[in-house]
């Protein structure tokens, strides 16, 4: 079976992403558990690849408040609103502008784009 250079090289991104995430946030932004989980900030949609593998553009979140109250059904007013108050501490709100920003384009890269962003985040 033959391999996907591209797709290869954007599962490593990812890996290299969330390592560098949790690394930053060795606990959960919210209830301070561990071990945490690397969470997108702003949504990584195929079309905003431009965010997908910003290290700002990630926090720590534990298993629990990830998936079950982030993403599932169990999270509440309450909690939301510690998310949302950990995220504005964490992260200034010019960054936040930015991020969006880039978001919103469409973004296209290229073998050597990938390999560009290999080496950045192993840098990290």
């Known amino acids: ?3 996907n250079p ?38 990584r949609k195929a079309q905003s690849m431009g965010v997908r593998w910003l290290i700002d553009n990630g926090v720590g979140l534990c298993y ?25 501490l964490l992260i200034p709100a010019d960054v936040q502008q930015d991020i969006m920003g880039i978001g919103h384009r469409a973004n296209k890269y290229s073998m050597d784009d990938f390999r560009e962003l290999v080496k950045r985040l192993e840098a990290k």
Do not use: F
């Open 1 to 3: 079976m033959k391999r």
């Open 6 to 43: 591209k797709k290869t090289l954007k599962n490593k991104l990812d890996k290299l992403w969330s390592e560098a995430v949790r690394q930053r946030y060795p606990r959960c932004i919210v209830c301070g558990a561990q071990p945490t989980q690397a969470h997108h900030c702003i949504v």
């Open 64 to 88: 629990v408040c990830h998936i079950h109250k982030l993403h599932g059904s169990q999270g509440d007013k309450e909690w939301l609103d510690r998310y949302i108050a950990a995220l504005n």
